[in-house]
């Protein structure tokens, strides 16, 4: 997987895009969910368990939420163990998630200019853990399109919010450049998307490419609602505006 050196006076820095993945970018046909579940049966040991639901959660909540749902007690080294099991099922199986999934509609394209841009700082904000979306990416050949090592992933905080801050720390120890919460930006298809954004001070340009309703994004607090990302030079004068 490829490694990316941003260094400091690469970009002017006007804005950092922090992209969220799953049903946002990509949708890999619930192939993510299948090997999480999979990874927890053999962590547990559980013949039959009972599965949590919430989009956008962080890796590390989910398998939190999970654990208590099926009467487990966490502990410090439980997650750490989930996902060296998880890991090892994500790397055998990393053939099916261009199988199975697909780019949605606009997502290169946007992704495409905004690397482009020197206006633009664009990476990730997403539950998946660091290793995982950059699996999920280099499957469809997104990978360089966004600078990973400084993005907020799920194994670096339990709680959403929490990643922006995580981002942003990694952005201006690689560029010097401090964003803000006007001149950072979430993009995203789900309710903890938009809370990440409220809470971990960003704007939100939310997509209801997800399982979620245009409504419903706006009801948790989104201004900006999409409904996919091909407009592309909408997409862009919203990222930068």
Not at 140 to 157: K, Q, T, W
Not at 192 to 200: C, F, P, R, Y
Request: contains cysteine; aromatic residues 6%; negative net charge.
């Amino acid at each position: 997987m490829a490694e990316h050196a941003l260094t400091r006076g690469t970009r002017v820095g006007k804005r950092l895009v922090l992209w969220d993945i799953d049903k946002t970018l990509i949708d890999v046909d619930g192939l993510g969910s299948e090997i999480f579940s999979a990874a927890f049966a053999e962590f547990s040991g559980l013949a039959r368990h009972r599965p949590t639901h919430g989009p956008g959660r962080t890796e590390w909540q989910w398998f939190q939420d999970t654990q208590l749902a099926n009467d487990l007690v966490p502990t410090d080294d439980c997650f750490p163990r989930f996902l060296s099991i998880q890991d090892a099922m994500f790397e055998a199986r990393a053939a099916e998630f261009a199988e199975r999934g697909q780019v949605l509609p606009g997502a290169r394209e946007a992704l495409e200019r905004c690397a482009a841009n020197p206006d633009i700082i664009s990476s990730l904000l997403t539950g998946n853990t660091r290793r995982n979306a950059e699996r999920k990416l280099a499957a469809f050949g997104l990978d360089h399109l966004v600078e990973i090592p400084i993005g907020g992933y799920g194994d670096d905080h339990r709680e959403r919010p929490e990643l922006v801050r995580v981002a942003r720390e990694r952005v201006q120890e690689a560029t010097g450049i401090a964003f803000t919460a006007d001149t950072t930006v979430l993009v995203g298809d789900s309710p903890n998307d938009v809370m990440a954004a409220l809470h971990g001070g960003a704007r939100i340009v939310a997509v209801a490419t997800g399982i979620v309703s245009a409504d419903e994004l706006r009801a948790a607090g989104a201004d900006t609602v999409l409904d996919d990302l091909s407009d592309t030079d909408a997409v862009l004068e919203l990222l930068l505006g």
